[in-house]
């Protein structure tokens, strides 16, 4: 955007950028872990549908994470930060990412670069909500085909069939995660709350169920 040269500004450029009011998803966890499932869904359902739109526009972000999400007071959540987003199908000749949160293929520079690399940030999302882990967590390189997420004995009180789903998002392989975060927003609307129905007595606040309850979500 050109400023007006009334005012001297004509050779000047500026961003102009929308304020979120809010908190970061990140702030959220560390007040309500482990996060209820019905509100953990309830992210991840509404991230899926905002990187619909990015994944249209044929771009990966690269950096889905709690610190790069913002939770409205109406409980509707915003992403953030697309500076190392890059477009779908290029070599990842700069690897970028956030541990934890970036795919395997985000720390090789061949590889080439889907959405896939965002549903593994979003099941890594899941698991930092419900567990209060991350998967393959304490590694300092990223994991091989044949790791597991979690050791054998691990426990974790969320669904079973949540868990599995998560646990298919944080494949190593991307060719075994779902296809696409449209695929797991189908996955997630079964379980998803409802229009209409009540708010939890445990309710986050603020509470990410609200704009399916409230019938708000283009979901």
């Known amino acids: 955007m050109l400023g007006n040269g009334r005012y001297g500004w004509s050779k000047r450029r500026y961003i102009v950028m929308e304020l979120v009011e809010g908190i970061t998803v990140a702030s959220w966890i560390n007040e309500h872990h482990p ?84 549903v593994f940030s979003l099941g890594a999302m899941l698991f930092a909500m419900t567990v209060s882990e991350l998967p393959y967590s304490g590694r300092e390189s990223p994991p091989e085909d044949t790791a597991s997420a979690f050791p054998e004995d691990f426990r974790a009180e969320i669904p079973g069939t949540l868990w599995s789903l998560a646990l298919a998002m944080v494949s190593v392989d991307p060719h075994e995660r779902p296809n696409g975060v449209a695929e797991v927003l189908g996955y997630l609307r079964p379980i998803l709350p409802t229009p209409g129905s009540a708010s939890s007595p445990k309710a986050t606040r603020p509470d990410p169920t609200a704009p399916y309850r409230l019938g708000l979500s283009g979901s």
Not at 41 to 54: H, P, R
Not at 79 to 95: F, H, K, R
Not at 96 to 117: C, I, N
């Open 35 to 118: 996060v209820p499932a019905a509100a953990a869904v309830s992210v991840v359902a509404q991230l899926c549908e905002i990187l619909k739109g990015v994944h249209a526009e044929r771009y990966v972000h690269r950096d889905v994470t709690p610190n790069n999400v913002m939770m409205q007071s109406d409980g509707r959540v915003r992403l953030l930060d697309v500076g190392i987003s890059v477009p779908v199908g290029e070599v990842n000749a700069d690897p970028r990412g956030t541990l934890g949160y970036a795919a395997p293929e985000q720390y090789d520079p061949a590889s080439v670069l889907t959405p896939q690399a965002d």
